[in-house]
Structures are given as C-alpha cells and as structure tokens.
C-alpha cells in the first residue's frame, strides 16, 4: 500500500531521490577516503546547500499526507543542509574578519600579489598583459605555463627583471615575475617528479623580507589523480615547514582544494596562517566560465604580520581561472592583533600520517 502510494506521485519520487542523492553527497567526505569522486564533493558546498533548500521546500509543497519516511529524510536533508552552510559560514560577511584591514593603503612595507592560472592551451597573452597593467603587482605567479608562454611572458622583464622558471607541457609549469629581488629563489619537487613548487624571499622596499611559497598540486580528478593523497601530502609538507618559522611568510597558488576541506583546514592549522576570505567572501575562481558551478582554488595564505589592504578576484579573460590579486602590509605589532591558527596533538599526528602516506605512494 505505501509503495503504492509513493508510486502513484512521480514527483515526489523525483524529489525522494534527490533528496537521497544529496544527503549522501554531504555524508561522503566525512568519511576519510581519499578516492577523488570523494573528495570532490568537498568542493560544491553552497551548490549543494542552495540545492537543499530548495529540495527542502518542494517537498514540502508537494508532500500531502504525511508519512513517518517523509518526516526521516526531511529530517536527515536539514541535517545536511545545516552541515553545508556551517562549513561555508566562515567564508561569508556574517563572520569576524580573520585578518584586519590596513591603517594604510601604501608604503614601502606593501605587498602585492597577482596570481594566474593561464590554462596551458590559453593564448590570450594580451589579456593577461592586460591584467597586470590593471593591478600593478610587484610580484606575478603563473601557473600551467609551458614553453609558448615563457616566451610570450618575457615581455614583462622590462618591468619585472627578477625571475623564477619552470616551464612545462604537463599543465604544471610556473613562473615567478617580480619587480623585488628575489633572495635564494628554489625550485623543488615536493611529492612528485612532475609537479614543481617554488621558494623564495622577496625583498621589500622597507628592507624586509618576507618568505614566498607558490603550489600547484594535482586535483582530484581521474585524468590527473585517482587519489588526493599526495595533493594532500605536497600541501601539509609546505604547511608543516611554514609552521617552524616565525617570520612574514606567504603561501599561494592553486591548490586544487577548498578552503573549507579538512586537508587544507589541516594546512592551515599545522601553518599557523590566516586566511584574508574569512570574514569577506569565498572569492571563487574556478570554472571561470561557469558562475553556477564555480569555487575557490586559488588561495592566499599569509602570517599575522601582514594587514590586508585589497584583495579581489579579476575578469574573466581566457583561462578557466579567474585571477586572484592581493595587496597586503608588513605591519609592526599585527602579530599581536590577530590570532593565528595551531594544531592539535591530534591535528600534527594526522598531518605526519597523510605526509607519510603520500611519499609512499610516490615510492611505489
């Protein structure tokens, strides 16, 4: 009889499947498995918790006589629609701001940062000139740059003469334009052979300097990585190192992950660096072309000695990633203003596992 009855109304059946659909989106990376179509679901979290609502209501409008199942998966979609927003809260004008803004908007202790996915197979050069006479930056990262773009790049020199480069045909080439000297610039191979990272001091106009760490690790994708294990790995080795010094420090790039995921949650953690979204906005990047399925990769992680004086997101201008450009300030006793993120015993010992786990894997 009550299949019956749950058969007779196709449209319920739709939204009983939906619903099921999503609960089970949200319950799946609670589970600690690093298999990608997991971990990628870390990633549509105000998708899904938009989608629930609007789940919520029509079954609602077309619920009828109410069933005990009715009241168990309405139940379970609050409940996932709750841990969706409570994960994305952070990254919204509701919550304090993690990093304060600046008393100034210049001075020679200034910062700023453009960071570009160029998207290897990309050719608008142009735009992406375009780009940095908007900003200005004093230092340029770009990201799956090859051969064709190390070339058609160094037309910035004139005004960016310190350099850092490694060009690729495998989508993880990166380059480094910076207008500061660059101090004991390093390139490594964190996890991988074929995934460069790049290392550096900058010197500021004050005469600080500051350490500089640019990432680009595989996402979880089955082209690329069945597994986030050594994406993870990459990730937790830079923040872990970052963690032992006590100096302005900076961490950016494309991390293919979340803010909201517990590896980079880990990252942040094991670091002791602050986020300059939290408290303003997710400043979504990817897909470019997508406004509807589009979240933040690229990231900007930085030590409590620096305000932040702008950050945005720019235009859409080829690339499936829109840029990222931050400005911030060396500023004397910020330090003391801002609280910065520890880990745990717990936190450490689960970053030590998942490094360890991602050398394994690259050994085997």
Same mark, same amino acid.
């Given at each position: ?28 990376? #609670?589970? !600690? ?7 990628? +679901?870390?990633?549509? &979290?105000?998708? =899904?918790?938009?989608?629930? *609502? ?109 350099? #850092?480069? !490694? ?7 990166? +380059?480094?334009?910076? &207008?500061?000297? =660059?101090?004991?610039?390093? *390139? ?177």
């Amino acid at each position: 009889m009550l299949f019956r009855e749950i058969l007779s109304n196709p449209t319920k059946i739709a939204l009983i499947v939906l619903a099921l659909v999503l609960i089970t989106a949200t319950a799946l990376p #609670l589970l !600690r498995f690093d298999h990608w179509w997991i971990r990628v +679901l870390d990633f549509p &979290r105000k998708q =899904l918790a938009i989608a629930g *609502i609007v789940l919520f209501a029509l079954y609602l409008y077309v619920l009828g006589k109410h069933r005990l199942y009715d009241s168990v998966i309405l139940g379970f979609l609050l409940m996932a629609v709750g841990y969706q927003l409570v994960k994305i809260f952070p990254y919204t004008v509701l919550m304090p701001k993690q990093v304060l803004a600046a008393d100034s908007p210049s001075g020679e202790g200034t910062l700023g940062l453009l960071i570009i996915n160029v998207q290897m197979d990309n050719r608008a050069s142009e735009a992406l000139f375009a780009l940095v006479d908007d900003y200005d930056p004093d230092v340029i990262l770009t990201m799956e740059t090859d051969d064709w773009w190390e070339a058609s790049l160094r037309e910035l020199e004139e005004n960016y003469p310190h350099t #850092l480069k !490694r060009p690729l045909d495998n989508t993880y080439g990166m +380059l480094v334009h910076s &207008r500061l000297e =660059l101090i004991d610039p390093d *390139i490594r191979h964190i996890i991988k052979d074929s995934i460069p990272s790049m290392h550096m001091q900058v010197l500021l106009a004050s005469g600080n300097r500051v350490f500089m760490h640019f990432v680009h690790p595989d996402p979880p994708n089955p082209l690329y990585a069945t597994e986030t294990t050594q994406r993870d790995a990459e990730l937790l080795v830079v923040g872990r190192d970052v963690g032992k010094r006590d100096r302005p420090t900076l961490v950016a790039g494309d991390f293919n992950d979340v803010p909201w995921s517990t590896t980079t949650n880990l990252f942040q953690s094991i670091s002791g660096l602050l986020d300059p979204r939290v408290g303003r906005g997710m400043y979504n990047t990817y897909h470019a072309n997508n406004p509807f399925l589009r979240w933040p990769l690229d990231h900007v992680f930085h030590s409590a000695h620096f305000k932040l004086v702008r950050m945005a997101t720019g235009p859409a201008w080829g690339s499936d990633h829109l840029p990222v450009y931050i400005e911030l300030r060396l500023t004397e006793g910020a330090e003391l203003e801002q609280e910065e993120e520890g880990a745990d015993a717990e936190e450490a010992e689960q970053v030590d596992e998942k490094i360890e786990d991602g050398k394994q894997q690259e050994a085997e």
